[in-house]
């Protein structure tokens, strides 16, 4: 498998280097065959940490009240109000903190059982309160920021605590949110120009590059209707999904969870469910089988059909495959969004959308391109049978990521899925009755085993392929940078093709390794192939909420440098070389 592995990603790797320029979701979560039995049971960051806000005499008392061995940053609260269409930013003075040698930002001002700030209120208004906090435990884990919503009605003087959506729905009437630093807007639309052209280089990557080939081929047949207008449809297909993946991330972020872009890969049940997709996909692209469904458009699935369903459809899917991988620029636009207020975090994904979208939407606004393609003929048959074997080739891939996520008997139950649904696909073609009977039976049996207690049981598993490797911890990391030593970490995945790729061209290569070790850099291995609620916290502390993420803390720098998401061997050995 790892022959298999290493000539998959010498395939693809053309393709991702040619972008280079010149959290489970709730407590309790287990990795490996054992859980967390042997580690502290931390709280609900809404248990480990209590806002009590009250009125007395125009004054408005914020009381943080914070659980034994646990702790909040001083420098990482925030408050805001909203009142009468306007938002601001209030700088609340909570006194004097004690000096913590904190593992995460080193010597840092926090606060333990208490901390208090007052501020004044507005007379006879009614107006939303925001705060916001960040806290860690001394056991090692360190949360996400988080916040906590108040309608405060001076006149009457009740509080109430509401849901974020009502402070979203309040602040949805705002062009921008207005910052006592003036720098916001400008910070907003840096992010979206980033989304903007992570979501191109996103079109390079190797999963969605044969879904977008599929959808220029199509432009060579008769379409119906204009080519303008199903590349508009298309777009919205993509931006819409991308809008719903982040809907879903808000709506756990605000149950409590912690979370980030490709969540749903540390789940093996929906692996394997994707690797099902892309092998019925390729098998239908080979020519085994024709569909029809939700139309009279004969031997067309949902993805291929010439009509504007098939458009809609196609960017679905492309946005689907996308998932697994986070290109140049797209780490910090979502890192940025996962810090922001709904209405922020959804406006940086629906320009990651668009910007996955432009290249196809582009190709279809100037009729002169279109011109440009080949015309059609026998050679569109072979190069769609072409583009059957990156998708059965990523659904290898996706099994491969079974098995370590889950062992040989989950990857087994996956094969035999595959095998379920290749029976009812061929049953499908002898039309009678009895057929018809067996492939309800064999697509029943397909589901069954997806949802078998094979790929529930995660199984312990090697750091890293690297031998001089360690696993990540906090406390690890802290003990370490005590003694004075520089780390490199590598926050990565078995489901993400750019950490992969990084790994074979780059991070595992021998003299990168020898680099390391004449440096005396530990390579510290942060594996988020499964939930890890650490590994999650390290993401958030860095504002991102995906990977690749490569960290090197140097000896007394009190935080890590953040290195580039698509790495080169010269590149790596250039800052490997800063270390003394």
Partial sequence: MRLFLQFTLLCVQLLCLSTLPASAFAQGWTTGTASFEDEPAFLPVTEAYDPVVTLNKGTLNINWQIADNYYLYKEKFSTRTLRAEQLTEHRADYGEAIIKDDPYFGETPVYYNF????????????????????????????????????????????????????????????????????????????????????????????????????????????????????????????????????????????????????????????????????????????????????GNTPGQSLSQRRDYTGSFFTGVLATIVATPCTAPFMGTALGFAATQPASIALSVFAVLGMGMA????????????????????????????????????????????????????????????????????????????????????????????????????????????????VAYSAERLAELRANGQAVFVDVTADWCITCKVNEEVALHTKAVRNAFAEKSIVYMVADWTLYDEHITALLGDYQRNGIPLYLLYMPGEPRARVLPQILTENSILKVLDTVD
């Fill in 115 to 294: 901390a208090n700030a007052s501020l004044p209120a507005f007379d006879n208004t009614v107006f939303l309160l925001k705060l916001t906090s960040q806290g860690c435990a001394d056991a090692g884990l360190c949360y996400p920021p988080n916040d906590w919503f108040f309608r405060i009605d001076t006149g009457s003087g009740s509080i109430a605590s509401v849901p974020e959506q009502t402070w979203v729905a309040a602040e949805m009437s705002l062009e921008l949110p207005d910052t006592s630093s003036g720098s916001g807007g400008q910070a907003l639309w840096l992010m979206l120009v980033f989304a903007l052209l992570g979501g191109v280089i996103l079109n390079l990557m190797p999963c969605v590059f044969p879904v977008l080939g599929l959808k220029v081929l199509s432009f060579t047949q008769n379409n119906e209707g204009r080519a303008v207008t199903h590349g508009a449809i298309y777009s919205a297909g993509v931006v819409l999904s991308f809008l719903a993946v982040a809907l879903v991330l808000i709506g756990l972020k605000s149950a409590g969870a912690a979370i980030g872009w490709g969540f749903q890969l540390q789940t093996p049940w929906f692996v394997a469910l994707l690797s099902c997709v892309f092998f019925v996909l390729s098998l239908n692209l080979l020519g085994a089988f024709e569909i029809n469904l939700l």
């Fill in 358 to 469: 432009l290249p196809v939407f582009l190709l279809t606004l100037f009729p002169g391109a279109l011109k440009s393609l080949p015309r059609s003929g026998p050679w569109m048959e072979h190069f769609k049978q072409f583009l059957g074997f990156p998708l059965l080739a990523t659904a290898i891939w996706l099994c491969w990521v079974i098995g370590r996520q889950t062992g040989a008997n989950g990857m087994g139950v996956t094969l035999l899925a595959w095998l379920m649904l290749g029976l009812g696909i061929w049953l499908i073609g002898l039309k009678s009755t009895g057929a018809r009977v067996l492939t309800v039976v064999s697509l029943a049996l397909a589901l069954a085993l997806l949802s078998s207690a094979a790929l529930r049981q995660p199984v312990e598993r090697p750091t890293s392929e690297r031998s001089d490797s």
